[in-house]
Structures are given as C-alpha cells and as structure tokens.
C-alpha cells in the first residue's frame, strides 16, 4: 500500500522495483516472497527486497533491527550495498 503522502513512483523507479522483486529473495535471510522496503521514504533507487519479517516482524525485523539483522552484523547499509551487488552480478 502507497502512502498518501509521497508521489507514486516514476516508470523508472517502477522498473526498478520489479528488478528488485525478480533477484532472488530477501536480501538479508532469502526468504519469499518479498517487499521492497526504502530506507527512507522516496527513495526507491536505495530499496532492497526484504520478506516480510525481514521487514516488518517487531522482534525481527527493521522496526527494532531485529534478531534477524542482528544475527548477521548487518544494518540499512549493508543491505543496501548486498542489493546493488546482487543486481549487478
């Protein structure tokens, strides 16, 4: 669901997000299917697939950076940096 706060996104920004979707899997643990999550709102060329636990679990996932993201050492940042890897492999 959009919010009804921020413009729909571009037929760019569109495209990238279906690319997203296609990868492989949630970005942190490999789980299907997944969500795209921006790490801050808007910003979908900084998005990564996250499945929903990843994403959205409060003991788990990105609201409390979670056991999850904990387990692996990881923050937003390197997340965003496995993405841009695995779209470029």
């Known amino acids: 669901m959009r919010s009804k706060n921020k413009p729909a996104p571009t037929v760019?920004?569109?495209?990238?997000?279906e690319r997203?979707?296609?990868?492989?899997g949630c970005i942190l643990c490999g789980g299907e299917p997944v969500e795209i999550h921006e790490p801050k709102q808007g910003l979908w060329f900084a998005?990564?697939?996250l499945c929903s636990v990843c994403h959205r679990?409060?003991?788990?996932?990105?609201?409390s950076q979670g056991l999850n993201w904990k387990a692996k050492k990881w923050d937003e940042w390197d997340a965003i940096n496995a993405?841009?890897?695995?779209?470029?492999a």
């Not at 679990?57 to 609201?63: L, N, R, S, T």
């Not at 993405?83 to 470029?88: C, E, G, P, Q």
């Open 12 to 17: 760019a920004e569109r495209e990238h997000i």
């Open 20 to 24: 997203l979707k296609e990868i492989g």
């Open 47 to 49: 998005s990564m697939p």
């Open 57 to 63: 679990h409060p003991k788990w996932g990105i609201p």
């Open 83 to 88: 993405t841009i890897a695995r779209l470029f």
